[in-house]
């Protein structure tokens, strides 16, 4: 990706999309409180904003198989630039109304979900399906760098100059992401097909694709089982910080942009990795160590304590997600690309939204420390699953090969 200017125009163009995004965390939670909304309101910003990629992932895929990718990507951040310069556009006469500010992160999310379905073709298209898990590593480094760079560049903003003028900061930035995009001299064009069917066969032949390829079916059936048992790790730590460790806000943060710093480690890592001990083996390596932080988390007593166990889990959740992805997309069709990689990721920001809710629900009458006791023995189960699984596949795939004479 670094080694020719298209990938560091992609890339570049994915650090600027991720702190846009990393950006609307903070300051659309914060319009909403301006605007009269209490915390309830303020927290189903990320629902709303996860929502589309439950409702439009698959007709997504669909379009980054079938149309231009590099149309779909500059198309995608324009429209989330325009619909997020109607919230400070609408601030300059009085203060945008709850409604609207979650509207425009419905929005803004639809747009994430078609850029990212594009983007999945793309990077195929750049290093070549066989280099994917390299690739895939160096464009989640760019996505932690956007994700780190957002939230902090949100936070200075809000308290500077306010919630609305941060978000007409954000509209900015998806307008860079669209013309370094433009930028990229291959076309991206979608790969020759001799017809095109219905949208609902195209949907069809994703979802085929991936259930009847064992190591796909396996790879997208554990990704959701994790995330249904870890994700509550990550939507509780706030409170789990706060009320069990008693640690301040400038504690919280420092352990917070630690661990997010992780992503750019597991980028590293991925490219290296990947190459001397394979995909499956480091998705099991990461699932494993993802399941033994909560306990670390749920014994924690002081801040050290808890950043080296949640920077560790972290770090876990960005190496398994890489590499699930990598591998993922190197078993699909090159005319299949951007339908697999939605669809898997489709499948996980649904089961990310399930987790959240039941470790929130969960949270209200079960101790946080025993809940995250509870999350890691639940996640040992997906990793001692995922174990055994790789191994039937291999045997499986080692059987499948002809004898040589």
């Not at 259930?211 to 509550?232: A, D, F, S």
Request: a positive charge; one cysteine or more; charged letters at 10%.
């Amino acid at each position: 990706m670094l080694r020719t200017g298209d990938g560091r125009l992609l890339l570049g163009a994915q650090v600027c999309d991720h702190f846009a995004l990393g950006l609307g965390i903070v300051a659309y939670p914060w319009l909403v409180l301006d605007g009269g909304g209490g915390p309830a309101l303020a927290g189903l910003v990320f629902t709303v904003a996860a929502i589309p990629y439950v409702l439009f992932s698959l007709p997504a895929g669909v379009a980054g198989d079938r149309k231009s990718r590099k149309r779909m990507m500059v198309s995608a951040h324009l429209g989330q630039a325009l619909f997020a310069a109607v919230l400070p556009l609408w601030a300059l006469g009085a203060s945008p109304p709850v409604a609207l500010v979650l509207a425009c992160a419905f929005a803004v999310g639809a747009g994430r979900t078609f850029a990212d379905a594009a983007s999945f073709g793309a990077v195929a298209d750049v290093v070549g399906p066989a280099n994917f898990a390299q690739g895939q590593a160096a464009l989640s480094s760019a996505w932690a760098a956007g994700s780190i760079a957002g939230p902090f560049a949100g936070g200075i903003l809000v308290a500077s100059i306010g919630a609305a003028p941060a978000v007409a900061v954000q509209s900015g930035a998806f307008v860079v992401a669209a013309l370094l995009v433009g930028r990229i001299r291959r076309p991206l064009a979608a790969p020759a097909q001799e017809a095109y069917g219905r949208v609902s066969d195209a949907v069809r032949e994703g979802i085929t694709l991936i259930w009847e390829t064992p190591v796909l079916r396996l790879l997208t059936g554990i990704q959701m089982l994790w995330y249904l048992t870890v994700i509550g790790a990550q939507a509780l730590i706030v409170p789990f910080l706060r009320t069990e460790l008693s640690l301040d806000a400038h504690e919280v943060g420092w352990i917070l942009g630690v661990s997010a710093a992780m992503g750019l480690a597991a980028g590293v890592l991925v490219g290296t990795v990947v190459r001397r001990i394979g995909g499956l083996r480091l998705v099991a390596a990461g699932i494993t160590l993802s399941a033994l932080a909560p306990i670390a988390l749920a014994v924690a007593r002081d801040f050290w304590s808890a950043l080296f166990a949640f920077s560790a889990l972290t770090l876990a959740i960005w190496v398994s997600v890489t590499t699930l992805i990598g591998e993922r997309q190197r078993h699909a069709p090159h005319h299949l690309q951007a339908r697999v990689g939605i669809t898997g990721r489709g499948i996980a920001f649904t089961a990310m939204m399930l987790g959240s809710l039941v470790a929130s629900t969960l949270a209200s009458f079960v101790p946080l420390r025993a809940l995250y006791l509870g999350v890691g023995l639940a996640a040992l189960a997906v990793a001692a699953v995922r174990v055994s699984a790789g191994t039937a596949h291999a045997a499986t795939a080692s059987a499948a090969r002809p004898t040589p004479r």
